[in-house]
Nanobody, 116 residues
Framework: VQLQASGGGLVQAGGSLRLSCAAS????????MAWYRQVSGKGRELVAA???????NYADSVKGRFTLSKGNAVNTVWLQMNNLQPEDTAVYYC???????????WGRGTLVTVSS
């Protein structure tokens, strides 16, 4: 089972990026699927999480700017990031917790860099 993340890059402050996360190797659903981010020297923090009941939790720091949504394919989520700020610069990781087995899966990080 893998989670493949894509969509990071370099953007100026106020710009937008969309991250994509897609699972492969399983038909089991995840609950939740989420994005975390990590700045060098700090722990990973939750950015947004989508649960099986379609509820979504956001970090206070991204509310109103980031939107997590389901992709068109099963086990796919998109993170639309608008009005990006330099403090959003981090490596972003896709995360999923598989239902039934409760196995946790992390994708490779994708770097988001926001210049001022």
């Amino acid at each position: 089972v893998q989670l493949q993340a894509s969509g990071g890059g370099l953007v100026q402050a106020g710009g937008s990026l969309r991250l994509s996360c897609a699972a492969s190797g399983t038909q089991l659903r995840f609950n939740p699927m989420a994005w975390y981010r990590q700045v060098s020297g700090k722990g990973r923090e939750l950015v947004a999480a989508l649960f099986s009941d379609d509820s979504i939790n956001y970090a206070d720091s991204v509310k109103g700017r980031f939107t997590l949504s389901k992709g068109n394919a099963v086990n796919t989520v998109w993170l639309q990031m608008n009005n990006l700020q330099p403090e959003d610069t981090a490596v972003y990781y896709c995360y999923g917790k598989r239902i039934i087995t409760n196995g946790e899966v992390w994708g490779r990080g994708t770097l988001v860099t926001v210049s001022s």
